[in-house]
């Protein structure tokens, strides 16, 4: 009984609620600074496994559901209404008061009193003050008291009060629809074991009931990911790691998505066309949705969140990196299939994982230049027999890198890297072809004596060219090519370092870079002559030529023995749905609406009490006046009432 | 007191003609627009212009300053906008546009108008004289003319952009500090006339400079007075009222901590003889931070009731309304312990003073150390 008691005063007491306040106000702050529901690999990735697992613990990745601070919230809630428990019926009761009876002794003790003599007759007096209340809006009781004293009490601004109370039950209100909608019912499930959160990637129909919500579901937040013309009447709500098959109380299915852009290129709006199905139904409702317009259905509000690649078609041409082949290889595939390339231990699985039509970039080096469209792009892994995968980035169309066009690849190995960036000129029919053409024509061991025997006449002087030393000629340029073309320029540095004394190096590094400009040019124009069925530049500009050997010493890192080119694509969209059911929205705007009338009563309501006590027997009347608030606007209250009613008592009428 | 002031007039009986004559020019104004634009109007549309002529009839009588205010305001962007004729391209090349009344002009005259101001507060405090008062009163309602038409012909000027990008200017940082700036020095001007505390005008309109000093480079070193388009999820009538909504917050809370800062110097004995008393300083950081508590609640309660509408929860602890309901439990707070506990003095204003790093982080913080829903002004 003592404890009960105890207990009651500590959670209806403010200490206990400010420092509830205080502890919601500490967990919300963390959870403003740690990215909340993140996928948990990011996490394990920042902290490392101990604190991984501490946090995980504590809830910290989704702070807002957890355990322990629903459960505070549920003690604030309790503690305010302990405490509206407590005051209402005080606050009641004086509302009702009009404090009658106090005496001159007491009054006197006001800080604001004065008293009035008059010289009309005590009737008339009352009468005139009783005015001046009236037009001050005050309410009055009056009541003569045993020594015959008449006291008329006045008050005004009674509802202040009410303030007290509305803006406290109103956190309750808010509090109870905010704790409906969280999801306080499916934790409990949990806590029971009725529910488990999935954590598989598993086709819905595999879903153990466990993980499935039924849809008299009170309230939940959905998402859902629908392809341009499929149907769903499944939902899914994540759930820490996890998530939860929400069933749909109807079928839902998507005609279109549309995204339209600014001139800019920023997006303008996101539509989806969708079809309600339902037995209830006469025919399927149709509906457009976009962002700020959702559709409400039996309770289910549907909102256009987001959206993703619906599995568009990719037409693309893989060119081989490291053979003598120039001509590309047709190659089909689709956003979230895979596609096989080569067989056995050297197989690689190519995974597409997105496409994106448009990419508003800023290319320039100016960060203030305006961000522009460069077209579309896809995303995808290339991964080997032991099943370690590299990621890729291409865009489909060259782009305007400092005045040269270049196809751009990005390369990582990790989703924490930054994507390194493989350059490789395109041509002047904004094609691969002349790079294409050069690689395969200097990687063709075949020809490189017949290269090296051609180079004799363009670099080595008359004078020197006896058989001997055009031999060794031919052979260090075989050589030099062998090296380049099986490890680019980091290779030939190797040679130069092993094989050339260091005072001679950077001597001998120009020479091999020159032999090395040429036998290209050299080999590229027998290339021509070789394959006049391809379209590519009919010379080599240095520029080009530059670009062209530094990309072709940068595909010994690029990680897969092809390229990929995107020649042309089909594109599906998904549109991102997200479906709520939240009965407690309107509890809380009920409780933010009492909260405004709330605080505008406890501010802006003055409340005044007056006592007007008329001694029997003098002609004098005590004016005395007090607030629950004494500030500047109490003073002057006090200041014109005073002048109003001596006026009242100086006039005759 | 005379005996005429004496007796209250009623709400209706306290109306005399200029009051009508503003309603009516008020009502003449959104009759036109109706007139005109009636075709392009949906529903909420035609409920926000009416509304606007309540609203701004009732904001006119409270305080009549306010009148002369929207007149001049309304006489400028008119002039702006004849001088456009529809082509954007003329701001460079008419005088008036180029130099005066285009936006980015007028928002420039408000920045070296409200710097200018500052300083003279400040003179005026330190040399005593009522006419460099007077002057520095003056800039600062020509800064806030300035600054609301900039607003207003900014509006214009994007739809001359295309009738697509069009919208209000309330959608990014740039934009919000502009509003800001016009939302603290009115409040202050209101206060400034009604308790005579024209001293306080340098201390109140340092955070204001402050602002300016951000505007400014915002400006010129990032740009980002150019007009952007709205990315959807801003394409909602709620931003017309929610921001503002929270910018009066703000104000008032920043309003109210300068306000704090000067009690404290009076509690200290500085500038005892050149400052307000104390106790006026105390009755006017409360009615700021109430005022400011109020429209902080509105519109938090208009940004939930967006979300709604928006995002698919009308609450979904994105940083910023995290941090907006840490500055709302903190001024929460601050009005309980002043109105239930009855608390005074030194503590309070120490917590206001306090208060307005909470208030500037959700404010600024949250968009340049967090990430989120918010993230429509990035630094």
């Known amino acids: 009984m003592y404890f009960s008691k105890k207990l009651y005063e500590l959670l209806s007491s403010m200490r206990f609620a400010v420092s509830v306040l205080t502890v919601v106000s500490i967990a919300s702050i963390i959870g403003t600074v740690l990215k909340q529901n993140e996928p948990y690999n990011n996490y394990l990735i920042q902290f490392g496994p101990y604190w991984f697992d501490f946090f995980k613990m504590l809830g910290m990745y989704d702070i807002y559901h957890s355990a322990w601070f629903l459960l505070i919230l549920l003690f604030l809630v309790t503690s305010t209404s302990l405490c509206v428990y407590r005051q209402t019926p005080q606050i009641l009761k004086d509302m009702r008061q009009y404090r009658e009876h106090l005496n001159e002794k007491s009054l006197r003790q006001f800080t604001h009193q004065k008293s009035l003599a008059y010289s009309i007759s005590t009737a008339q007096a009352q009468a005139k003050l009783s005015d001046v209340l009236q037009q001050h809006d005050y309410r009055w009781r009056q009541e003569t008291h045993a020594d015959g004293s008449v006291m008329l009490a006045a008050k005004t601004g009674n509802y202040q009060k009410l303030g007290y109370i509305f803006t406290h039950v109103a956190i309750i209100i808010i509090c109870i629809g905010g704790l409906m909608d969280g999801n306080v019912p499916l934790k409990i499930q949990e806590l029971l074991g009725d529910k488990v959160v999935e954590t598989r990637d598993i086709p819905v129909s595999q879903v153990s009931e466990k993980s499935k919500l039924s849809v008299r579901n009170l309230s939940f937040r959905a998402n859902l990911t629908l392809p341009e013309g499929s149907r769903a009447d499944v939902a899914f709500e994540r759930v820490r790691d996890g998530y939860m098959v929400q069933q749909l109380p109807f079928t839902l299915a998507l005609e279109d998505f549309r995204i339209e852009h600014y001139p800019t290129g920023q997006p303008k709006s996101f539509e989806s066309d969708l079809v309600i199905m339902d037995p209830e139904l006469k025919q399927p409702l149709k509906q457009t949705i976009k962002v700020n317009h959702p559709l409400t259905y039996k309770g289910i509000t549907i909102y256009q969140s987001d959206f993703q690649d619906g599995g568009t078609d990719l037409q693309l041409n893989a060119w081989d990196l490291t053979g003598a082949r120039n001509q590309p290889v047709k190659l089909a595939g689709k956003i979230f299939q895979q596609t096989q390339v080569g067989e056995g231990q050297g197989a690689l699985q190519i995974e597409f994982d997105d496409f994106k039509k448009f990419n508003v970039l800023n290319l320039s080096k100016d960060i203030k230049a305006k961000p522009r469209n460069v077209g579309p792009s896809m995303i995808f892994k290339v991964r080997d027999s032991a099943g370690q995968a590299k990621e890729y980035l291409n865009y489909m169309q060259p782009l305007n890198l400092d005045g040269q066009f270049y196809f751009v690849s990005g390369m990582r190995a990790t989703a924490q890297e930054e994507y390194k960036y493989l350059r490789i000129p395109a041509d002047e029919n904004m094609t691969l072809n002349s790079f294409m053409l050069l690689r395969a024509a200097l990687f063709d061991e075949r020809q490189h004596e017949q290269i090296a025997h051609r180079l004799v006449s363009r670099l080595l002087p008359e004078a020197h060219r006896d058989a001997q030393t055009t031999q060794k000629f031919e052979s260090s340029v075989v050589q030099l090519l062998k090296q380049f073309t099986q490890g680019g320029y980091s290779s030939v540095a190797r040679l130069i370092e092993s094989s050339v004394p260091e005072a001679q190096r950077e001597q001998v590094a120009k020479t091999y870079i020159k032999i090395i400009n040429v036998a290209a040019q050299e080999a590229y124009q027998m290339a021509l002559q070789q394959h006049p069925e391809v379209q590519a530049n009919k010379s080599l500009e240095d520029k080009f030529l530059l670009d062209s050997l530094n990309s072709i010493s940068d595909l010994f890192f690029y990680g897969t023995p092809f390229y990929l080119s995107l020649t042309n694509y089909e594109h599906h969209e998904a549109s991102g749905l997200q479906l709520t059911r939240s009965p407690g929205k309107n509890l809380v705007y009920l409780g933010s609406i009492l909260l405004v009338m709330g605080i505008f009563a406890m501010m802006y309501i003055r409340e005044r009490r007056v006592w007007l006590l008329f001694k029997a027997d003098a002609k004098q009347v005590l004016l005395a006046m007090s607030a629950n608030r004494k500030n500047h606007d109490f003073d002057q209250d006090y200041e014109q009432l005073l002048q109003r009613c001596k006026l009242a008592l100086r006039s005759e009428k | ?379």
Request: hydrophobic letters at 55%.
């Open chain 2, 1 to 379: 007191m005379q005996s005429s002031n004496v007796r209250r007039k009623h709400f209706w009986q306290a109306r005399d003609w200029t009051d009508w004559l503003f309603s009516i020019l008020l009502l003449l104004g959104a009759a036109g627009v109706y007139a005109n634009y009636q075709s392009l109007m949906d529903g909420y549309e035609v409920f926000f212009l009416a509304s606007s002529v309540v609203g701004f009839s009732l904001l006119g009588w409270f305080w009549s300053p306010i009148r002369s205010l929207i007149a001049g305001v309304a006489a400028l962007s008119l002039s702006a906008i004849a001088l456009y004729a529809g082509d954007l391209s003329l701001m460079q090349q008419k005088f008036l546009l180029k130099f005066l009344i285009s936006s980015q002009s007028a928002v420039m005259w408000m920045n070296v108008l409200l710097i200018l101001a500052t300083l003279i507060y400040w003179l005026a405090l330190f040399r005593k004289s009522a006419f460099t008062g007077k002057l520095a009163t003056f800039l600062t309602w020509s800064a806030v003319v300035m600054g609301l038409t900039g607003l207003m012909v900014r509006w214009y000027e994007s739809y001359l952009i295309a009738p697509d990008i069009g919208h209000i200017p309330l959608s990014n940082l740039y934009e919000v500090f502009i509003l800001f700036c016009l939302i603290t020095s009115m409040m202050y001007l209101y206060y400034e006339a009604r308790y005579q505390t024209r001293q306080l005008g340098g201390l109140v309109m340092l955070v204001v400079s402050a602002a300016v000093g951000f505007i400014l480079w915002y400006t010129f070193d990032r740009q980002a007075n150019t007009i952007q388009p709205l990315v959807p999820a801003l394409q909602s009538y709620w931003m017309k009222i929610h921001v503002p909504a929270n910018f009066i917050g703000y104000g008032a809370f920043s309003l109210a901590a300068m306000v704090a800062a000067a009690y404290l110097l009076v509690d200290r004995g500085w500038g005892q003889k050149l400052l307000p008393a104390k106790a006026l300083l105390d009755d006017l950081m409360y009615r700021s931070i109430s005022v400011g508590f109020i429209f902080f609640t509105i519109a938090t309660i208009l940004g939930a009731m967006w979300a709604a509408e928006a995002w698919g929860s009308y609450w979904s602890w994105d940083a910023k309304e995290t941090w907006a309901l840490i500055v709302w439990l903190n001024y929460a707070a601050w009005l309980h312990l002043r109105l239930v506990k009855g608390l005074r003095g030194n503590l309070l204003a120490w917590w206001a003073l306090i208060g307005l790093i909470v208030t500037s982080f959700a404010f600024l913080g949250v968009n340049m150390f967090l990430s989120g829903l918010h993230s429509y002004g990035t630094l």
